[in-house]
């Protein structure tokens, strides 16, 4: 089991109509991350203490909108920002995925 502060920065690019994230398992709605905040930029979730039962934290996204249109997220893990960021394309019809390290 793992415990750490996570943060997550989305940013938008062209016409993202709706998009959501989901940590852990994509199939659990319960798991959808809700109640984003604004920033100059992008909206962001803190979750800090945030546990997880192995050493992987996956992180999905899902958007849609008009052709073209992306969304990045930004994973902070305790305060520092994940080499790998997740982007999901509109066009794309499953949810793009990245596995994290933990510790």
Known sequence: MQTFDLELR???FGSVITWEI???DVTDRNRRVKDW???DGFRYKKL???T???DVLTVFAGSQGILGGTL???VLID???QPEKLISKV????YAKVNYQIG
Do not use: K, N
Not at 91 to 94: H, I, R, V, W
């Open 10 to 12: 989305v940013t938008t």
């Open 22 to 24: 989901f940590l852990e």
């Open 37 to 39: 905040l604004q920033a």
């Open 48 to 50: 800090p203490s945030y």
């Open 52 to 54: 997880i039962e192995d």
């Open 72 to 74: 990045t997220c930004e």
């Open 79 to 81: 305060g520092v920002s």
């Open 91 to 94: 066009e794309e019809t499953e």
